[in-house]
């Protein structure tokens, strides 16, 4: 199968086909609703041949559908029809979610992404499981995401949130017991030292992932539910 994945950002709407090397960027923002993305990425792709879709979305996606609306781009996005949109199968996920799934090598593994909040998901035996870790009670009434986000990367200042990811990585890891956890996400680069059983991601594994979408030896717990 050939495979259109579609990683949707809060900046650009990154775009890959499978046997294509080149992704394409398409700028996006507050202003950038589901149709907008559609037909950009219908300019930007003419020609391109594909069997079915996966998108990475950048909020909670409940049995393949988003359920709220994305926080840095224009509304429009729940309920939308992506399968009637594109005339083919679609799949949507999480964007951590994909990208976990393309950063996979087996056994137990967490996801966590570093950007605007707090991306993560659950891997155990090539089965997906998208979680929502960020907003959980961490320190002082506030979640997780509030000591790892991107504003407060400048409100602590790196000396600060490079302990609180580490000292969360690690809870996280014990927590629901994963063999290793593995970085991702915009600001992962700017960790220094990792803690032990953790690696660094590469966001182009978000590609890979959407691909693994639609391979019978990975499957999603919420697949499990839709009909």
Do not use: C
């Not at 979408?213 to 919420?222: D, F, H, N, P, V």
């Amino acid at each position: 199968m050939r495979i259109l994945v579609i990683d949707v950002g809060g900046t650009h709407v990154k775009v890959l086909v499978t046997g294509r090397k080149q992704r394409v960027e398409i700028p996006s923002g507050p202003k950038m609703t589901p149709a907008k993305m559609l037909a950009a990425v219908r300019a930007a792709t003419t020609g391109w041949k594909y069997d079915a879709v996966s998108i990475g979305y950048p909020g909670a996606v409940v049995h393949g559908r988003p359920i709220i609306e994305p926080r840095h781009l224009g509304s429009g996005w729940v309920g939308f029809d992506f399968n009637k949109a594109f005339s083919r199968p679609v799949k949507i996920v999480n964007d951590a979610a994909m990208q976990a799934l393309g950063s996979y090598q087996g056994g137990r593994m967490l996801f966590l992404g570093l950007g605007t909040g707090l991306g993560s998901a659950l891997i155990v035996k090539n089965v997906l499981e998208p979680m929502e870790l960020a907003h959980l009670p961490y320190k002082k009434g506030r979640s997780y995401e509030n000591y790892v986000g991107l504003a407060d990367l400048k409100r602590l200042g790196k000396k600060k949130w490079r302990h609180h990811v580490n000292k969360i990585v690690e809870q996280l890891k014990r927590a629901v017991q994963a063999d290793y956890v593995v970085i991702g996400g915009g600001n992962a680069r700017l960790i220094k030292k990792l803690p032990p059983a953790t690696s660094l991601g590469d966001n182009s594994n978000a590609f890979k992932g959407g691909d693994r979408l639609w391979q019978k030896l990975y499957s999603s717990t919420q697949e499990r539910f839709v009909h």
